[in-house]
């Protein structure tokens, strides 16, 4: 084939927006939610985030798989170049017996790759940011944390931030009512 590169024999190629698009759509169908960090949204300002394994005993994961786990008050924190989870309380599970039980409230270990690692170490120090978890979920039979590099909101941002949000949905609403041609007077 001219112009074709190995690999390419009849594939579609996207523009990389599309692509990843695709690809995040795709994730999203494989992506089971477990719990969520609703309160950190409120409380935090989130700079960036990114996902990052954990390491669990058998019967954490049996405890998630049922739902059971309470993220709030959790953070991250980097500990000798290893990033520890400290302040989740997953339950024991309900049919695991004498070995098989866990520490509800140990920490856990997260699994990111050096580099992430480091970056987040020297973010963390040089501005004073906190890591904190935003949701956990299984993605093709894994869990998943999704890590949250923030910065603590004021009480006065807090409130900012519920006006604003108040003021988008009230815009949203005239704009809805403009194109189904009802006035508000």
């Not at 935090?44 to 998630?64: H, N, P, R, T």
């Not at 070995?99 to 990111?112: C, M, N, Q, T």
């Amino acid at each position: 084939m001219r112009g074709a590169t190995a690999g390419q024999h009849g594939a579609r190629q996207y523009p990389p927006r599309v692509a990843r698009k695709a690809r995040n759509q795709a994730q999203d169908e494989h992506r089971k939610l477990v719990a969520q960090n609703r309160r950190a949204r409120y409380d935090y300002e989130v700079l960036d985030s990114f996902e990052c394994g954990i390491a669990l005993q058998g019967s954490e994961v049996k405890s998630l798989r049922a739902g059971r786990v309470n993220l709030a008050d959790s953070f991250a924190r980097i500990d000798r170049g290893e990033l520890w989870l400290h302040g989740v309380h997953v339950p024991p599970y309900d049919f695991a017996h004498g070995i098989g039980g866990h520490d509800p409230e140990r920490p856990r270990k997260l699994l990111a790759h050096r580099r992430q690692i480091d970056e987040l170490t020297g973010k963390v120090q040089e501005r004073s940011l906190t890591l904190i978890p935003l949701s956990l979920y299984f993605l093709d039979g894994r869990v998943k944390v999704e890590l949250a590099l923030v910065k603590g909101r004021r009480t006065y941002d807090k409130r900012r931030v519920i006006a604003e949000r108040d003021a988008q949905r009230e815009a949203a609403r005239d704009m809805a009512r403009a194109r189904r041609g009802h006035d508000r007077t």
